[in-house]
């Protein structure tokens, strides 16, 4: 089932285009990877798919009441300064009416490693990796239909991303979309569905991700993967470093 459809969106800044002629749609349960080198257009993508901007045109078609969680890149203007990070977590359980969840807390404190005296700080007194898990956190318990995650494990250390990774791919079982934003193509291998690759805000390439990894059509994708040292060790026919 579509959750939600982009046809032929379009976004300009002053003329200066960021993302042009993007088709594409996400179904239920479905992880997307965006990826893409930097200035490709995967945040203003994200930015206008979800609403945060207009788009110049185009149009994206979304199921009536889509519940959208967006993790930020930036995790540090994604907390209320004034609130501890507890509050900052039950407040958009207590809107979505989703407090039941609020005993579900710990148990991802644990998984990803965060001390439960966190709650009590301000956004202030934690480190980025600290807030940026709290806001993933946060997202995962609201029960959204999509998250988009924008670059979102590019503060943590590998251990907290390969556990981030499992969260992520058990939610999508559940039901949970998820449109993944990264440059590191190492993190989506058994973990996306599918790829989109953007260059200079265009789709080049968009297939399932064993396709994209074992037989990129384009060259620019196969630059992306020798320049991520991806096929190092695999594939050294790629590599050009
Ligand atoms: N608010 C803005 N004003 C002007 N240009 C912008 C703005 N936001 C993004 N851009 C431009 O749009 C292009 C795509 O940016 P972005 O979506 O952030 O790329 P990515 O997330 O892939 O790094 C870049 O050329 C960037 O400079
Ligand atoms: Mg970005």
Known sequence: MKLIQCDNCSKFFDGICAFE???????????ISLIGESGSGKSTIAECISGIKNLTTGK?????????????QNPGRSFNPK?????SLLE???????????????????KLKLDKQLLTQYPHECSGGQKQRLAIIRAI?????????DEVTSGLDSENEQELLKIF??????????????????TIENFSDQVIVLKQGKIVEKAIT?????APKQDYTQKLLAASHYFTSRRKEFVRI
């Open 210 to 214: 064993k396709t994209i990894l074992d």
């Open 60 to 72: 994206v078609t979304k199921i009536a009441n889509l519940k959208m969680q967006y993790i930020f």
């Open 92 to 110: 958009p359980l207590k809107l979505s009416k989703k407090l039941e969840n609020s005993t579900q807390i710990d148990v991802y404190l644990d």
């Open 169 to 186: 791919k058990e939610i999508s079982l559940s039901g949970v979309a998820i449109l993944f934003i990264t440059h590191n193509i190492k």
């Open 21 to 31: 002629a993007i088709d594409f749609s996400i179904n239920r349960g479905e992880i």
């Open 83 to 87: 609130w501890q990070m507890g509050k």
């Open 141 to 149: 318990l609201c029960e959204p239909d999509l998250i988009i995650a």
